[in-house]
């Protein structure tokens, strides 16, 4: 957190402050958090307006909704800052710009295409007719309560309609041009807003500077659909490995790390049921292909065809930018699928080997004599006697003729065999 002071006087005799929070992400739970708790801080510290520099290209509805009702509640003035150059609020941005008592937009930057996306990606025309008339009035109302322009607002819900900063402030779209943030609190100082009335005193403000912490950044992070999915997987694979080989602890300890990390991003965001259990069943399918060894591989194409299509379906909206991207599907779908025709390749190698039953296996394999007459074989020690009865020495080659109880009876090979 940076404190700065920027030149010029107040208003009203004592120093304003004002809190400038930084936003560059799309909106959703964890982003939505950050904003409202810069709101309430600006609230509770009495600050003389709270500025959020935005550049969002969107993001979730309940997110969005939670944003725009604090804004609307806050007692403290609130500017939405589209900055900087280079910067748009799409989407969920637009409810969030239009919700704001001053919005303001930085030279080159944009504003617009807030049509709803449905949970599918594409609902039926009854229902998207529904969403798109609900959304539209929305933003129309957000705009006209605050003196903007309403009918702009309707057709970038209706027909994702943008403007540049240039066209939004002749169109009534934006209500102030600048190019920096201090410039900005210059022109809105002594502005009244709409509808709270509130006469703003921003020149010369003491600029407190905010952006998402680390922690707020990493679960961020956590919530990113492609690594929600690898988590998943290797979470997935970790315990299967575990159980495969009983004992490592690490693997098991891995997964369910892995598995808990995955299980927070479903948690966090909207997740489709449909696309849950086509990856139960892949899992299913991949683990099933372990202990039935002669489906010739069908079991794991089957799966790698459920994680594909479940990774594709796991969120909802679809196309709102919360989705598993195909190739990481695809990398997931073919890594699993190598691993479990490996271990079917091993099993089906195990299972091809001749029964072992007790220790007649053991007839007609190579050893040596080592001291004490111990004689080595396959890597263990036997107590030996000679079929013949003819004393055995120190490096012998034997070839073992008969098990006796816990002992071998073993013969000379014949290269070594005594003339």
């Given at each position: 957190?940076?404190?700065?002071?920027?030149t010029?006087?107040?208003?009203?005799?004592?120093?304003?402050?004002?809190?400038?929070?930084k936003?560059d992400?799309?909106?959703?739970?964890?982003?939505?958090?950050?904003?409202?708790?810069?709101?309430d801080?600006a609230n509770?510290?009495r600050?003389?307006?709270?500025?959020?520099?935005?550049?969002t290209?969107g993001?979730?509805?309940?997110?969005?909704?939670?944003?725009?009702k604090k804004e609307?509640?806050?007692?403290?003035?609130?500017?939405?800052?589209i900055a900087?150059?280079?910067?748009?609020?799409g989407?969920?941005?637009v409810?969030?710009?239009?919700a704001?008592?001053?919005l303001?937009?930085a030279?080159?930057?944009?504003?617009?295409?807030?049509?709803?996306?449905?949970?599918?990606?594409?609902?039926?025309?009854?229902?998207?007719?529904?969403a798109i008339n609900f959304?539209?009035s929305k933003?129309r109302?957000l705009?006209?309560?605050?003196?903007?322009?309403g009918t702009?607002?309707?057709s970038?819900?209706r027909?994702?309609?943008?403007r540049t900063?240039?066209?939004?402030?002749r169109?009534?779209?934006?209500?102030?041009?600048a190019p920096?943030?201090p410039?900005?609190l210059?022109?809105i100082?002594?502005?009244?807003?709409?509808?709270?009335?509130?006469?703003?005193?921003?020149k010369?403000?003491?600029?407190?500077?905010?952006?998402?912490?680390?922690?707020?950044?990493?679960?961020?992070l956590l919530?990113?659909?492609?690594?929600?999915?690898?988590?998943l997987?290797l979470?997935?694979?970790?315990?299967?490995?575990?159980?495969?080989?009983?004992?490592?602890?690490?693997?098991?300890?891995?997964?369910v790390?892995c598995l808990?990390i995955?299980?927070?991003?479903?948690?966090?965001l909207?997740?489709s049921?449909a696309?849950v259990?086509?990856?139960?069943a892949?899992?299913?399918?991949?683990?099933t292909?372990?202990f039935?060894?002669?489906?010739h591989?069908?079991?794991?194409?089957?799966g790698?065809v459920?994680?594909v299509?479940?990774?594709?379906?796991?969120?909802e909206?679809?196309?709102?930018?919360y989705q598993?991207?195909?190739?990481?599907?695809?990398?997931?779908a073919?890594m699993f699928?190598l691993?479990?025709a490996?271990?079917?390749?091993?099993?089906?190698?195990?299972r091809?080997?001749?029964a072992s039953?007790?220790?007649?296996?053991?007839?007609?394999a190579?050893?040596?004599?080592?001291?004490?007459?111990?004689?080595?074989?396959?890597?263990?020690?036997?107590?030996a006697?000679t079929d013949?009865g003819e004393?055995?020495?120190?490096?012998?080659?034997v070839d073992?003729v008969?098990?006796e109880?816990?002992?071998?009876v073993?013969?000379?090979a014949?290269?070594h065999?005594?003339?």
């Open positions: 957190m940076t404190v700065a002071l920027l010029g006087g107040s208003a009203h005799g004592a120093t304003p402050r004002v809190l400038l929070a936003f992400n799309d909106i959703n739970p964890i982003t939505a958090d950050y904003l409202t708790d810069e709101i801080r509770k510290r600050y003389d307006a709270i500025v959020i520099e935005l550049d290209p993001g979730l509805v309940d997110s969005m909704n939670k944003v725009v609307l509640e806050s007692k403290v003035p609130v500017v939405v800052y900087p150059q280079g910067a748009g609020a989407s969920a941005g409810f969030i710009s239009q704001a008592d001053v303001a937009m030279p080159q930057t944009t504003i617009g295409a807030a049509t709803p996306i449905s949970d599918s990606g594409n609902l039926p025309s009854d229902l998207r007719r529904k959304y539209a933003a109302a705009a006209a309560t605050h003196g903007r322009n702009w607002a309707d970038a819900v027909k994702a309609s943008s900063a240039n066209e939004a402030i169109q009534n779209i934006a209500d102030v041009l920096s943030v410039a900005l210059a022109k100082d002594g502005l009244k807003t709409k509808p709270k009335g509130v006469v703003l005193h921003t010369g403000a003491e600029l407190t500077t905010v952006s998402m912490g680390f922690w707020k950044r990493l679960l961020d919530i990113d659909p492609n690594l929600i999915a690898l988590m997987s979470g997935v694979l970790g315990i299967v490995i575990e159980l495969w080989h009983p004992g490592l602890i690490f693997p098991a300890t891995f997964g790390l808990a995955g299980f927070y991003g479903l948690d966090v909207p997740i049921w696309g259990v086509l990856l139960v892949a899992f299913a399918f991949w683990i292909e372990l039935i060894a002669f489906s591989g069908a079991l794991t194409v089957a790698a459920c994680f299509f479940g990774s594709l379906l796991l969120f909206p679809a196309g709102s930018g598993v991207s195909l190739s990481v599907a695809l990398a997931v073919g699928s691993f479990f490996f271990a079917l390749a091993k099993i089906v190698q195990i091809r080997r001749p039953v007790g220790t007649h296996t053991i007839v007609g190579h050893g040596q004599v080592r001291r004490d007459g111990l004689v080595a074989v396959r890597g263990e020690l036997w107590q006697r013949d004393p055995l020495e120190v490096g012998d080659e073992v008969e098990v109880g816990l002992s071998l073993v013969r000379r014949r290269e065999a005594t003339v």
